[in-house]
């Protein structure tokens, strides 16, 4: 495993540590999903340089297009929640309320 997939993996897996074992608050998950899609853009980027796969290129894009949409809909989230309880706090939200 060369120096460049290990720093790949590993930010996609500090990224999965942080979602697993930090679930405070709802803005720490939502940043630990934007550094996974993040390392996974800059993964597939340098895969398809490697590679020389002119049909690829697009998927690293198309990749950022849904982590900028995951990006968007957790922030219009994170504002509901923060105005309907007053905190961002994971514990506090149930899923089963209207």
């Not at 697993?20 to 939502?30: E, V």
């Amino acid at each position: 495993m060369t120096q460049i997939q290990f720093s790949f993996t590993s930010a996609f897996i500090l990224g999965l540590a942080g979602l697993a074992f930090n679930r405070a608050h709802l803005l720490s998950a939502l940043l630990c999903l934007e550094g996974m899609m993040l390392s996974l853009f800059l993964a597939l980027s340098l895969w398809a340089l490697h590679l020389n796969a002119t049909n690829f290129t697009t998927a690293p894009m198309i990749l950022l297009a849904f982590s900028a949409c995951e990006a968007s809909a957790g922030l219009a989230l994170l504002v509901a929640t923060a105005r309907t309880h007053g905190t961002d706090q994971l514990k506090n939200l149930n899923i089963l309320q209207c």
